[in-house]
């Protein structure tokens, strides 16, 4: 059997000899009735259609003809060939491919699992002599290993405008991952314009740490990506960070701080010396008018409001403040993520038991491992993101020219090579996910962005997706360099790893 370039590697692949499907002049992809389903072909057609240089056409009527990619939504997960048991969530994103000479067919109960099936037929794509593409044969059948497979974006210590944010939104596709995690404030900005507080982005959106680039989404720009990410099937999580973090607030806001006085702006990198105050009449108006409609903007089930870092408050402060933003957006009908900190008072003992879990994201290894178990064991979900994996902000070693170095380096092998049941003592059940995140204090460029994610972040798209007994490093490793073509097409900066045979 031949070797296959699928990445992330998906739980059943054949490729097959034989004449590969060649595309040319006249192919058709044909789609299932339904506004979904009709979205996801035409994003294929116009990605097909754009690789091959020759308009691709969507029709819903089926002749049977070849020289068509289809897309077919089918009832049951058996219908694709996806086990019996297999949890909804995950059922929802498996899919079948099979492609012959003629024919490329994706088959999928929702209109998620034929984009996901859509870009591993684009993954068996090669060159052919007549320098056009063909598919290459084979039989996938696949389902993501967790539901929750994410990329936390740093937007508040640099600003990063749509047009970059779609692009990343266009690696994430590729790789199959899908939540994106906007971290939309922090001491140093405030990014997301609100009708309720415009003093945010007014005073503290056009800083940024040490003078870097910044900027703020208006509501329009915050619904062009959130729609987007929808089109490709990726939720976007934003987050507010409460109750440190927030300068920028405060900054924007003076009736937010004891004296009643505006601090002055921050651009340093130094983190929790900022606090709201539960004391002060103007600080649950302000969480109330920000989760609230933070929620209405946001289509997504989960909103995250931090929680991290925050020193010097007392601990029935924290809780507090924290469970006064997590009861607005439960009110508001979301989910509520926060980083581990808030392990300690999340979620509330008198949650009930049909409140939608509360996730908390794991980052800091070297503390608090207990509150999280405790957390899961009262209900939480946890979301996986150790920051010596997945910290793509972390330098890949002592040349990076970008990166932090706190949780000492990570290169390629260290974001791939773990097991997300390790991290701690958590049933598989209790883990929702893995996310990766890129924050920003050193990053300055696009091309400093993705010199960080690129390769790093399909490492941790395979550790996310595929089963355990799929992955291997060597092989990983070697299916990488095909990766390469696509990046540098793209025109994204990516770090040549001595790991890799390039
Ligand atoms: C820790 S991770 C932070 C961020 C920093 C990051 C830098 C987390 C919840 N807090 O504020 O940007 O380290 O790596």
């Given at each position: 059997?031949?070797?296959?370039?699928?990445?992330?590697?998906?739980?059943?692949?054949?490729?097959?000899?034989?004449p590969p499907f060649a595309l040319?002049?006249?192919l058709r992809v044909v789609?299932?009735?339904?506004?979904?389903?009709?979205?996801?072909?035409?994003?294929?057609?116009?990605?097909?259609?754009?690789?091959?240089?020759?308009?691709?056409?969507?029709?819903?009527?089926d002749d049977g003809r070849g020289d068509a990619v289809v897309l077919r939504?089918?009832?049951?997960?058996?219908?694709?060939?996806?086990?019996?048991?297999?949890?909804?969530?995950?059922?929802?994103?498996?899919?079948?491919v099979e492609i012959t000479d003629r024919r490329a067919t994706i088959t999928?109960?929702?209109?998620?699992?034929?984009?996901?099936?859509?870009?591993?037929v684009?993954?068996?794509?090669?060159?052919?002599?007549?320098?056009?593409?063909a598919l290459?044969p084979c039989?996938?059948?696949?389902?993501?290993?967790?539901?929750?497979?994410?990329?936390?974006?740093?937007?508040?210590?640099?600003?990063?405008?749509?047009?970059?944010?779609?692009?990343?939104?266009?690696?994430?596709?590729?790789?199959?991952?899908?939540?994106?995690?906007?971290?939309?404030?922090?001491?140093?900005?405030?990014?997301?314009?609100?009708?309720?507080?415009?003093?945010?982005?007014?005073?503290?959106?056009?800083?940024?740490?040490?003078?870097?680039?910044?900027?703020?989404?208006?509501?329009?720009?915050?619904?062009?990506?959130?729609?987007?990410?929808?089109?490709?099937?990726?939720?976007?999580?934003?987050?507010?960070?409460?109750?440190?973090?927030?300068?920028?607030?405060?900054?924007?806001?003076?009736?937010?701080?004891?004296?009643?006085?505006?601090?002055?702006?921050?651009?340093?990198?130094?983190?929790?010396?900022?606090?709201?105050?539960?004391?002060?009449?103007?600080?649950?108006?302000?969480?109330?008018?920000?989760?609230?409609?933070?929620?209405?903007?946001?289509?997504?089930?989960?909103?995250?409001?931090?929680?991290?870092?925050?020193?010097?408050?007392?601990?029935?402060?924290?809780?507090?403040?924290?469970?006064?933003?997590?009861?607005?957006?439960?009110?508001?009908?979301?989910?509520?993520?926060?980083?581990?900190?808030?392990?300690?008072?999340?979620?509330?003992?008198?949650?009930?038991?049909?409140?939608?879990?509360?996730?908390?994201?794991?980052?800091?290894?070297?503390?608090?491992?207990?509150?999280?178990?405790?957390?899961?064991?009262?209900?939480?979900?946890?979301?996986?993101?150790?920051?010596?994996?997945?910290?793509?902000?972390?330098?890949?070693?002592?040349?990076?020219?970008?990166?932090?170095?706190?949780?000492?380096?990570?290169?390629?092998?260290?974001?791939?090579?773990?097991?997300?049941?390790?991290?701690?003592?958590?049933?598989?059940?209790?883990?929702?996910?893995?996310?990766?995140?890129?924050?920003?204090?050193?990053?300055?460029?696009?091309?400093?962005?993705?010199?960080?994610?690129?390769?790093?972040?399909?490492?941790?798209?395979?550790?996310?997706?595929?089963?355990?007994?799929?992955?291997?490093?060597?092989?990983?490793?070697?299916?990488?360099?095909?990766?390469?073509?696509?990046?540098?097409?793209?025109?994204?900066?990516?770090?040549?790893?001595?790991?890799?045979?390039?």
């Open positions: 059997m031949q070797h296959s370039p699928i990445t992330p590697a998906p739980v059943h692949v054949e490729m097959h000899e034989g040319r002049d006249g789609s299932d009735e339904g506004a979904e389903v009709v979205s996801v072909a035409l994003l294929a057609a116009a990605r097909i259609g754009r690789g091959c240089g020759f308009p691709v056409a969507v029709v819903t009527d939504l089918v009832a049951t997960p058996s219908a694709v060939g996806l086990p019996d048991d297999l949890a909804p969530e995950l059922a929802a994103e498996g899919y079948r999928a109960t929702t209109a998620a699992g034929l984009i996901r099936g859509a870009l591993t684009q993954q068996t794509a090669v060159r052919i002599d007549d320098g056009g593409w290459r039989v996938v059948v696949d389902h993501p290993r967790f539901a929750w497979r994410g990329l936390s974006l740093d937007v508040a210590r640099r600003f990063i405008g749509v047009h970059d944010v779609k692009t990343v939104l266009n690696l994430m596709t590729v790789y199959k991952l899908n939540v994106l995690h906007l971290h939309l404030t922090d001491d140093q900005g405030w990014r997301l314009q609100l009708a309720s507080r415009p003093e945010l982005t007014r005073a503290s959106g056009g800083t940024a740490v040490e003078g870097g680039p910044a900027g703020f989404y208006t509501a329009a720009d915050y619904a062009e990506i959130v729609g987007y990410a929808a089109a490709r099937h990726i939720a976007v999580v934003p987050e507010v960070d409460v109750p440190g973090h927030v300068n920028a607030a405060l900054h924007a806001y003076g009736d937010l701080t004891p004296t009643g006085e505006a601090p002055p702006e921050y651009t340093g990198i130094d983190v929790g010396f900022s606090r709201l105050h539960a004391d002060l009449p103007a600080t649950a108006p302000f969480l109330g008018d920000v989760f609230g409609e933070l929620a209405t903007m946001t289509p997504g089930h989960h909103v995250h409001l931090g929680g991290d870092e925050v020193t010097s408050m007392d601990p029935d402060e924290y809780a507090l403040l924290v469970r006064t933003a997590a009861r607005h957006l439960a009110a508001a009908g979301k989910a509520v993520v926060g980083w581990q900190e808030v392990a300690s008072v999340l979620p509330e003992a008198d949650q009930g038991p049909d409140a939608p879990a509360v996730v908390i994201q794991y980052w800091d290894e070297r503390t608090g491992a207990q509150e999280v178990v405790d957390a899961a064991a009262r209900g939480a979900r946890v979301l996986l993101s150790p920051a010596s994996r997945v910290y793509l902000d972390m330098r890949y070693d002592e040349h990076t020219p970008v990166g932090l170095e706190w949780a000492g380096h990570v290169e390629v092998r260290d974001s791939y090579a773990w097991e997300p049941l390790e991290v701690l003592p958590l049933d598989a059940a209790q883990i929702i996910g893995v996310e990766a995140a890129l924050w920003t204090e050193t990053v300055q460029t696009a091309d400093q962005m993705f010199l960080l994610l690129l390769p790093r972040l399909v490492a941790v798209a395979e550790v996310a997706w595929s089963a355990a007994g799929r992955r291997d490093w060597d092989d990983f490793a070697a299916r990488l360099p095909g990766q390469r073509a696509s990046w540098d097409e793209a025109g994204l900066t990516w770090y040549p790893s001595p790991q890799i045979a390039w």
